[in-house]
C-alpha cells in the first residue's frame, strides 16, 4: 500500500517563507511526476507546481517566481519552497505522485493535505 504524507505547513505573515515536504511510501517501483495542488477556501482545487522524475517543471502563473519545486528521486520525496507568500496562498496543500506498485497502469496517488494560512 503507498502513502503520501505531507508536512511543513502552518500560519505565516504575508512575505515570509514556507518549505513544505511530501514522502511516498510503501510497495514503490517507480515514480513518475510528483506535484503540489492546492484548494483555498470557495474555491476549486488548482495546480501549483509540477516536477518530472528527469527535472522538468512546470508552475501556476499565480506562483511563477515565487515557488519553487524539487525533489529527491533516492528519498521518494518532493519539496515546495514557497517565498513571498500572500494571503491569497492559503489553501490546503496537496501532494500528488503518478507512481508504479506493481499494477500496471501507474496511478496517481493523494496525500490528505497540509493547510497553509498566510495572514498578519
Known amino acids: 500500500q503507498v502513502q503520501l504524507v505531507e508536512s511543513g505547513g502552518g500560519l505565516v505573515q504575508p512575505g515570509g517563507s514556507l518549505r513544505l515536504s511530501c514522502v511516498a511510501s510503501?510497495?514503490?517501483?517507480?515514480?513518475?511526476?510528483m506535484g503540489w495542488y492546492r484548494q483555498g477556501p470557495g474555491k476549486q482545487r488548482e495546480l501549483v507546481a509540477a516536477i518530472t522524475n528527469s527535472g522538468s517543471t512546470n508552475y501556476a502563473d499565480a506562483v511563477k517566481g515565487r515557488f519553487t519545486i524539487s525533489r529527491d528521486n533516492a528519498k521518494n520525496t518532493v519539496y515546495l519552497q514557497m517565498d513571498s507568500l500572500k494571503p491569497e496562498d492559503t489553501a490546503v496543500y496537496y501532494c500528488t505522485a503518478n507512481l508504479y506498485s506493481g499494477t500496471f497502469p501507474p496511478r496517481d496517488y493523494w496525500g490528505q493535505g497540509t493547510q497553509v494560512t498566510v495572514s498578519s
Open positions: 510503501g510497495r514503490i517501483l517507480s515514480v513518475n511526476a
